[in-house]
């Protein structure tokens, strides 16, 4: 973690999993004894693919007046360690993993287990929010369930092959060439090193954040930061190969876990219309959605967001 990010030191720690380095953040909660809840309940906060901790960097302190916060990073972003991908079909290699949503759940369940030991909110923001609904659905098979899941602008993966049938004739035609080209890691290397460039991430923010409202240099930084550090770009090559994992709908059709959903109307890449379909699930509780923001709505405009996630954290409490 670099000073010039703002979580101070103290908050900064490292975790040891499966040989590999995790780093997180924990904010102690700063609430009063009077408005402490008689049963600790801690946060979790799940960040997006190409992201890191320090994109919470607007929600942290806020929740932390009345909550404890975690934010960590996903194996392979941020400062944790980056091992090797290894896909499918690929033989084992020792230090190496497959990226996807079941090996990032995974990683969180076992933090929990591990440094967290309370109930806990699952909050996650792009490919975080399906990280996040999977590591309810893990905790509910192990008889721990978590409190709630709080999703915003979760990916709807509309790559995947379990929703080939919506994709145009020519995508469905072109797609066992797509999947021969991404395999190469000499083409996803080359394509990491032009989308971490600090130019094309700020225009992807200018995409992502449509009112530009908090595209600034310390944002940049924090996103462009670890994409120097070494191995960065096997996460990206794992996870341009994951043509078939974990989809939002199935998880959500048959999860007890009360869900919360915040919603930017003007996502660029997520529909709202399809997170409108999701409320007909019988656990999600909410629906929130926000004009004029975009994919991530807790950074573009943190005073909103803020307000509607306390609602959500104290709702027990009323």
Known sequence: MTNSLPFPQ????????????????????ESSPAMTPSEPEAVILVHGFGACKEHWRHTIAPLATQHTIFALDLLGFGASSKPRARLKDEPEERGSCRYGIDLWATQVVAFIASEVKM?????????????ALRIAQLLEEAGQPAMRVVLVDCAQRAIDDKRLDEQP????????????????????RLLFSQLSQPGVIRRV??????????????????????????GAAE?????????????APDILENLQTPVNIIWGEMDPWEPVSEARRWSAFSCVQSLDVLPGLGHCPHDEAPERVNQILLKILNQDSE
């Open 10 to 29: 103290a908050w900064g720690r490292q975790w040891q999993w499966q040989d590999e380095l995790v780093s997180y953040v924990i904010c102690p909660a």
């Open 119 to 131: 109930p806990v909110t699952l909050i996650g923001n792009s490919i975080g929010g399906v990280v």
């Open 169 to 188: 004739q020519l995508r469905k035609f072109g797609r066992p060439l797509l999947k021969g080209l991404i395999r190469q890691r000499w083409l996803t």
């Open 205 to 230: 923010l200018g995409a992502a954040y449509p009112s530009g409202a908090n595209v600034d240099d310390q944002l940049v930084a924090a996103l462009v930061q670890p994409t120097q550090l070494p």
């Open 235 to 247: 996460a990206f090559h794992g996870f341009a190969n994951l043509f078939n994992d974990r989809l």
